[in-house]
């Protein structure tokens, strides 16, 4: 059962990711909530079986009562390196960034990912892709700022996700 750690990207932004997704025809991911996965896909990789669920628990509310809301926009949409998946990238991803580095050395105990972390949220991954969906994809924007406020566990071993845990992002800015 793999465990992911994800920060929900808020209506109508999730809406308009969702429009995209079903029009690209992938229903996998039409299917998930609109999301920045914080450890999971890249970084560090899904939560360890052996890991004690109430000790994450308590370790992410202790980060998450030290973390601000995060605001930020969408930036423009990649395609990872030889794949067909594509992505919108983060303005302002720092504080993501900052929230992955101190989750992966919490202590908690993750698989390892191959990938280094890059905060996105996906629009697409089903193959194949033609060259006229891909420049569609890529021509995606999605303007205005939303704010990130909590940071959520969710188990996926296919649709739908199960919510297991949630926790609030406190510290408020001095």
């Known amino acids: 059962m793999p465990l992911y750690f994800v920060l929900n990207i808020p209506a109508p932004f999730s809406a308009r990711v969702l429009e995209v997704r079903r029009s ?9 909530p609109v999301e920045v996965t914080i450890a999971g896909s890249t970084g560090v990789g899904v939560l360890d079986a052996s890991q004690n669920l109430a000790e994450a628990y308590a370790a992410l509310d202790r ?17 990872f390196p030889g794949t067909d998946i594509f992505a919108l990238t983060l303005q302002n991803d720092a504080p993501l960034r900052e929230l992955h580095r101190r989750v992966a050395s919490s202590g908690i105990k993750f698989h ?51 919510l297991l845990h949630t926790t ?7």
């Open 112 to 162: 390892q990912s191959p990938h280094p972390f890059r905060a996105h949220c996906t629009l697409r991954s089903r193959s194949p892709v033609s060259a006229a969906d891909a420049r569609a994809l890529l021509a995606v924007r999605i303007p205005g700022q939303f704010t990130l406020e909590a940071l959520s566990v969710c188990r996926l071993d296919r649709p739908p996700v199960v």
């Open 24 to 32: 690209q025809k992938d229903t996998f991911f039409a299917s998930l």
């Open 63 to 79: 980060i998450a009562a030290d973390t601000a809301p995060i605001t930020t926009a969408f930036g423009p949409v990649v395609r």
């Open 168 to 174: 609030p992002l406190l510290r408020r800015p001095p």
